[in-house]
């Protein structure tokens, strides 16, 4: 079990001074527009994620008018152990910058809990199922990296390198330099593509055999270059050097790399119409979302890893009946979830389970 004991705000966002005692599996946060529920949630993601819930910017967390330094404090329970966690927000040279102290040393999240994710829907998610392949791509590789720790690393490596390479093809260095990066690349790319269909082929298994009370749905993968997913690893990367090599004098000049991670297209089907969520209603969309974050969740339990949900005004995504369903989903999940609204009503079937905070 992992589990937040208790949250202080020190100057962040609305709140100048605000500590709540959560020792509770289930909290509720209720309160107006405008008062701050939102807030705590993304304090909280925070302390996992270096743009929180909302992806903003360091000094948008910061209390306006407040000289006081801004903190977001935490003990935790983990293991039958408490810990003290930190997230700083520091003034350097003109620049905020943010960092994660635990019991008194700078570290990260994974240094000392190395099965932990936090996971969260917002009501700004609801984009995904309509802006575009790009969107959908980024929330997945979100998912798989909470999922995966290595692929996250892939990621960002494969992002260094390719900074790399463009830097060296704008200073026309030497070729044989440029296709060693590049060949370093391809491992990297290769990797990612494996660790994605993997992934798909896992939650797609869930969700036929947990999702029972939610719409069912399938997740597809497919790339733009109309690779085979079983490709051999030789083909894979005899294709891509071709595509490196080709790209080169169009990538010198544009400053950007145009063969990357972005080759992979996701698509999300409802399984009883058949139908790509770009084509559904708001509503099969909202209930598309629901089913991915609800098969993560148990794809996540079922390899033994722990979490901390967020559920940012859980009733602009389900509603009546619906929201019961999904109450009791996540009380068979059991890990600490935190939810927000604007009325007590919204949880009277888990009155007697939840921890409430009225703001």
Known sequence: MFLIKDIKLQNF??????????????????????????????????????????????????????KDKTIISTTVIYEKREYQLNVVFESKEQKIKKYLDIDGNKSSLSDIFKDINFVWLTPQMDKIMYEGDSIKRKFLDKIISNYNFDYKKNLNDFKKLSDERIQLLKENQDLKWISILEKKMIDELWKIFIYRRFFIKDINNIISNKLNNFLKIKLNIKNIFDLNENISKDDFYLFFEKKYIEKREIDQITKRNSVGSQFDIFEFFNEETKINSDLCSTGEQKKILISIILSFIWLMKSKNMKSILLFDEIASHIDGENLELFFDEISKIGMQTWYTGNDFQLFQAIENKAFFVKL
């Open 13 to 66: 966002r609305s709140h100048s001074f605000t500590q709540l005692n959560t020792n509770h599996l289930v909290v509720c946060i209720i309160g107006p527009n405008g008062s701050g529920k939102t807030n705590i949630l993304e304090a909280i993601s925070m302390i996992a994620d270096k743009k929180g819930i909302r992806g903003a910017l360091i000094e948008d967390c910061i209390k306006k008018d407040s």
